[in-house]
C-alpha cells in the first residue's frame, strides 16, 4: 500500500476514534508530503523523496523536544514525543548500529582511507550505499569518526614500532 493510502485510510480511522493527536499527526506528514510534491511539481513523490520528507519532520521533531526540555516545558515535550512515535511509524526499519559500522569499516578499507580528513570521502560513500534507507545521520557520523580515529591510532602505532 503506497504511503499517501496508507495515511488517507490512518486519518479515517484517527476522525472515527476521535484520537486529535494522531490526527494532528497525520495531518502533518500529509501536508509535508502535499506540499514537497508540489515543491517538485509532480502528483506523487518517489518513495525515496517521501522517506526524505519523513526524516526532515522526525528531525525536526527531535529538535523541538529538545528545545522544549531545555524550557522546563515537559508536558510539550511528551507531545512532541507521541507525534515522534506516530512518524516513526511509516518510516521503514532503520539499520543498527553495527550493521553501519560493518558498511563503515568495509568502506574505509575500499576507499583506502586512514585519517579523520577522508570523513567526507567515507560519509559521501556511506549516504550513496544507504541511499533509499532510513539511517541516523548523527549515528553514522559518530561511527565514522570513531572508526576514523581508531585507524589513525593504529598506524601511529605501527610505524613507531617499525622506527
Known sequence: ??????????????????????LNA?????????YKAMELQKNDLEETEEIKVL??????????????RKGNREESAKKEEAE????????????????????V???????GTSSIRDMGKVMKGCMEKFKGKVIDGK??????????????????DDKKEKQ
Open 55 to 68: 526524516q526532515h519532520i522526525v528531525k525536526q521533531r527531535k529538535e523541538s523536544i529538545d528545545s522544549f
Open 139 to 156: 549515528l553514522l557520523s559518530d561511527i565514522v569518526k570513531s572508526k576514523l580515529k581508531s585507524d589513525t591510532v593504529g598506524e601511529s
Open 84 to 103: 515522534l512515535k506516530i512518524v516513526e511509524s511509516f518510516l521503514p526499519a532503520s539499520l543498527s548500529k553495527e550493521d553501519l559500522e560493518k558498511v
Open 1 to 22: 500500500m503506497k504511503l499517501k493510502e496508507k495515511l488517507s485510510q490512518e486519518i479515517k480511522e484517527a476522525q472515527k476514534s476521535k484520537d486529535s493527536l494522531k
Open 26 to 34: 497525520l495531518r502533518l506528514i500529509k501536508s509535508a508530503l502535499d
Open 105 to 111: 569499516v568495509e568502506l574505509i578499507a575500499e576507499l
